[in-house]
């Protein structure tokens, strides 16, 4: 779901480059309510787009919690470059490339299911106190989606044990699951991905200056993986899946909330 970037943030003229204000995620978040209120009031021939819509922006929820957490703990650990750069704000269009790093995983999401990594942020691990902290400012990431994941199969549980019912139930179970996927893609150790961030530190410096271009080549591949070899899209599904059941989610379902996702099919 995202990567992070210990080189410097690629350069943009000072007119490219967006102001990070509040009210942006702020009005996503409205936006998120909304749709879950829709898919509680709103008509059933509906649903199928209520649906769409609510987990793609929940998505984009979660992609901002995950990138603030990366930057939360580097600016802990030393990196306060984070707030110039704008990462400490609740607006999306700082993590990353807006194309790159949120329209093209969001049109993969769409596509093909997988919640494939996004948001960006570019860290100065030299200004960091140890490579525990570097460790730890990758890690934050996924500790997010973790939280985030732990938080919508808690409320899940409750509210099935409350007898639930409507078309929100199972668009919260898909945005579960989605996250549960996110948490074992960015826990790979693999270039480019949180997991192998979680390394870099205790890696040889001689490594270093080939790391950059090995991320590029190794998500490149990942993508390719993914989405063309048969059978490794679905190892990954069976793995989300297995993960969001164990921690509670209802397969039935997850069922009925991937076919309101995939309402065109």
Do not use: C
Request: hydrophobic share 60%.
């Amino acid at each position: 779901m995202s990567q992070i970037a210990d080189t410097a943030e690629p350069a943009q003229p000072a007119a490219a480059r967006p102001r990070p204000v509040n009210w942006v995620g702020g009005a996503i978040l409205v936006l998120w309510i909304g749709l879950g209120a829709g898919l509680v009031y709103g008509p059933p021939a509906a649903q199928g787009v209520l649906t769409f819509a609510f987990v793609m922006v929940g998505w984009i929820l979660a992609v901002m919690a995950h990138e603030f957490s990366h930057a939360a703990v580097a600016w802990l650990g030393g990196d306060h470059t984070v707030v110039e750069k704008g990462y400490l704000s609740f607006d999306p269009r700082r993590y990353g490339d807006v194309g790159v790093s949120l329209v093209m995983p969001l049109i993969f999401l769409a596509i093909g299911g997988i919640g494939f990594p996004g948001g960006a942020v570019y860290l100065r691990p030299d200004l960091m106190r140890s490579r525990l902290w570097r460790s730890a400012a990758a890690l934050a990431g996924p500790g997010a989606t973790l939280v985030i994941l732990l938080a919508l199969t808690t409320a899940l549980r409750v509210w099935a044990n409350a007898g639930a019912q409507g078309a929100l139930f199972p668009a919260l179970t898909v945005l579960a699951f989605l996250q549960a996927m996110a948490l074992i893609l960015n826990l790979l150790p693999i270039p480019g991905l949180d997991g192998f961030g979680a390394l870099r530190p205790f890696l040889p410096p001689a490594l270093t200056p080939h790391l950059a271009k090995a991320e590029g080549l190794a998500m490149g591949a990942l993508f390719l993986l993914l989405f063309l070899v048969p059978g490794a899209g679905a190892l990954l599904f069976g793995a989300a899946a297995s993960l969001g059941v164990a921690m509670g989610l209802i397969p039935e379902a997850l069922q009925a909330g991937w076919q309101a996702f995939h309402f065109w099919r």
